[in-house]
């Protein structure tokens, strides 16, 4: 290290080695970034969103059940049986696949894998006994809404089960899979922001060691410029500075994918999934008069789930309801008049709203009309059974149910509007992500080659004056 040409190539190892040190750590946190999004984008998010769909099925299922009982002997209400059948084999196998994709993804947690097979067993004993109540029912030649009491019997049984058993455990396997999503992106977070301090650290190093090498040299060959030199300094501020944004720019992405995606997504197929039972909860008001006021209540419990508003009965709720699509967009909250109104809550409310993507305000209008108009069919099914019109309230429940105009329909079709948005902003969100990385694979290395060729030209003609 005492002569000029043992310092100089000291030197260019050193510059040579830390280029090498930022291309290691570049690549590094650009795969951590790739590994994010294809968990986010392939894996874990569609297996979340797979295994809410899992409590929507098995719900309609249930309510299925419970409108094919209703009808009795006549096979023409709503829809027709024959369709609420199909529709009931529909959703057996949508809840299959569902439970394929929990299984896969709580593979290895013990708890969560006899969880799903409790779930999987559990639709086994359920099929079992609602087979059972049809046959019963069917054998009675009930009329509708004169369920045959053993075909009650065992329906009470089936949906206990399905309401102690299954929908808890479907409905818990929803909430750990949002709980692995998110772990999973802030472990992927941690680790690319980590990487970018690398990055930048090494990348202000690189600099620092090219500009010290270039300082040498204009000191000891006196001469003031290195173009290769510069290339190279210049060259790797911009790899750094490009590495640093596109992480940045797809981190960016990556959440904008998870919150106003695949959260609010999964947000609102619990709403049309809840929203789904309180269509059982109305076919069991009518079929079920020893526990009609339990069916009421609970209705009203699960309706608070999917929009809230400060009421204690039905009938203040339908009135809550109802003022909503009016005042939209400005939802009801604490005014003077009452400051410990908490707001409009729920799965449809505050949340919904803030999720929204921008300039599509009018779709969850769209929603909140149609569940509004589910209320009032509500309110006018329950004052019919009030006065004792069993015929008419059945008429109107099945009215409801209607597999083409009813207002459960336009609910549902309305709600998955919504949440195609944000399957589709979750979908561009991924896609954009990939993007601002993939022009990395090839430009990253092809980068530091670049910078090493640059360095070796620029030391290469002084060392060549000492041989």
């Not at 027709?80 to 896969?104: F, K």
């Not at 060691?209 to 040299?217: K, S």
């Not at 409009?344 to 009018?362: F, I, N």
């Not at 109107?396 to 009813?406: E, F, K, Q, T, Y």
């Amino acid at each position: 290290m005492r002569t000029t040409p043992a310092r100089l190539r000291a030197l260019t190892l050193l510059c040579l080695l830390i280029i090498a040190g930022l291309f290691g750590s570049a690549t590094v946190t650009l795969n951590q970034a790739r590994d994010g999004l294809t968990v986010l984008g392939r894996d874990a998010g569609p297996q979340a969103m797979a295994t809410t769909e899992l409590y929507l099925a098995l719900a309609d299922m249930d309510a299925v059940v419970a409108d094919v009982l209703l009808m009795g002997t006549d096979h023409d209400l709503g829809s027709g049986r024959d369709e609420a059948l199909a529709q009931y084999d529909a959703s057996r196998a949508r809840a299959n696949e569902a439970l394929l994709q929990a299984a896969s993804l709580t593979e290895g947690d013990t708890v969560e894998e006899f969880n799903v097979q409790a779930v999987l067993d559990g639709m086994g004993t359920y099929d079992q006994k609602v087979g059972e109540a049809r046959l019963l029912n069917d054998e009675a030649q009930a009329p509708p809404g004169d369920v045959d009491p053993r075909a009650l019997e065992v329906y009470r049984e089936a949906t206990r089960l399905m309401h102690t058993e299954l929908l808890p455990k479907a409905f818990n396997l929803g909430l750990d899979s949002s709980a692995i999503v998110r772990a999973n992106h802030e472990a992927g977070r941690s680790s690319v922001a980590l990487g970018l301090v690398w990055v930048g650290v090494v990348g202000a190093a690189a600099v620092t060691a090219l500009i010290g090498l270039q300082l040498y040299l204009r000191v000891r060959f006196r001469r003031r410029f290195n173009a290769p030199l510069l290339a190279a300094t210049a060259g790797t501020v911009a790899l750094t500075l490009g590495v640093v944004l596109a992480l940045n720019s797809s981190g960016a992405h990556q959440s904008g994918a998870r919150d106003e995606g695949l959260d609010a997504a999964m947000a609102l197929a619990r709403a049309g999934a809840i929203a789904t039972d309180m269509q059982a909860d109305q076919s069991r008001y009518l079929l079920d008069d020893d526990f009609a006021d339990n069916y009421q209540q609970v209705y009203l419990e699960r309706a608070q789930q999917v929009l809230f508003r400060p009421a204690s009965t039905l009938t203040d709720y339908y009135e809550a309801i109802g003022e909503i699509p009016d005042a939209y967009p400005d939802l009801p909250g604490p005014d003077s008049t009452d400051p410990r109104d908490p707001g409009t809550l729920g799965y449809l409310g505050q949340s919904a709203q803030a999720s929204l993507l921008s300039g599509r305000e009018d779709a969850l209008a769209e929603v909140l009309s149609a569940y509004s108009a589910l209320q009032e069919e509500d309110q006018r099914m329950r004052a019919a059974a009030e006065r004792g019109d069993t015929a008419a309230a059945i008429d109107i429940r099945m009215g409801v149910a209607h597999a083409d105009d009813g207002v459960f329909t336009a609910y549902t079709d309305a709600l998955d509007g919504l949440t195609d948005l944000h399957r589709e902003e979750f979908t561009t969100g991924i896609r954009r992500g990939d993007a601002a990385l993939s022009h990395w694979s090839w430009g990253l290395p092809l980068g530091s080659l670049v910078l090493l060729a640059l360095v070796v030209a620029g030391v290469r003609p002084r060392l060549a004056e000492y041989r």
